[in-house]
């Protein structure tokens, strides 16, 4: 059972109405305090201190240190079981109603150290990254803008999960900056190309989710237990550099258009703690076939995105609104199809689900869509127009659940742009 889930559960730490990590969250991540770097869970507007906890011989039945590392992998790789485990007796432990803890203010100073206090890391080394396009009303505004609108999807795009091969090196945290990328743009199609900083800079508001260890090469993950697989989810933001890829992508697709930047917020929402919110996927036009048919529609989650942009001394703009439940292709069919061929999944790799829009105009996840094509600029609420992303703008992402009992969020994922090099 999911016993950190109970709605009714109260935590004897402060815990504001509206926080993104009440007792019913408890999401993990890397943590450097006073030069040390370890793993802790966020609760309120504190970081528990996983290792300090196991110490004290709170967290049993765990391989000694496996906390006082500088990412998560080792304790991803320990397996589901295993990390929901943890999650519900961490739960337990923070519980109201629990004296195991709460009276022990020495051990307490030690264990909660706020958040404030502390410099969020990447929470687990990434080995592999996959970017997918599983977004059926984003896919078809690209499609209707670049092709025939009556052929906006591709004939294979309804009957799989559309995914490449992204870059694993330069997927970087919240708060880190990043330059605007150059490279070979043909503004004009009827001169050569030219060289210089991308003019079209892009953020495209998706999710990701984190695996643990997977199969053996050769061997596949099910449909049916492509979830045990899954070890949860962050707010994804995959930089796109348009004018770069329209003329880099015939014939194999992005590449430097893509693999300058993504940025990922630090704290990892286990599936076990979205479970509450889950909710039906968009109904598919063509049966899938056995190895992408789950047993149940309800394969995907409520989740709510939100992208903002700030310029520089300025305040903040909200650009889109969306939802993670309009994705066409559900995470546990990305994963099923990504392994079919036998291709093996290693802890840590990071999947991302491929720009997230809705059905109207102000859920549109990118500039491309909301501005189309640049030819209707986002009126900013100081008054300043985007038509995309301009130097010093910081794009800002945001993600969180609320089903009416319990509201769960991400954080959020911040980046500031810095002029090319």
Known sequence: MIEANNPNRKSFVDIEPNSDFPIQNLPFGAFSHKDNSRCGVALGKYVIDLNELQKAGLLENLPEGIFNKETLNDFVALGKETTRNVRNRIAELFDVIN?????????????????????????????????????????????????????????????????????ASSIITSGQEIYRPKGQQRPNPEEPPVYGPCRLLDFELEMGFITHQGKDMGDTISIDEAEDYIFGMVVFNDWSARDIQKWEYIPLGPFLAKNFASCISPWIVTLDALEPYRCESPEQVHEPLPYLKPKSNKASFDINLEAIIKPENKTESRVSLSNFKYMYWSMAQQLAHHTVNGCNVNVGDMMASGTISGPTKDSYGSMLELSWQGKNPVLLNDGEERKFIKDYDTVIMRAHCDNGEVRIGFGEVSTKVLPAK
């Open 99 to 167: 004296q195991e803890l709460q009276k022990n203010n020495t051990l307490l100073v030690r264990v909660l150290i706020l958040q404030s206090e502390v410099t969020m890391l990447m929470p687990v080394k990434i080995g592999d990254y996959t970017d997918f396009y599983s977004s059926r009303e984003h896919a078809t505004n690209v499609g209707t803008m670049f092709r025939d609108p009556n052929n906006a999807l591709f004939p294979n795009w309804l009957h799989l999960p559309v995914g490449y091969h992204g870059r």
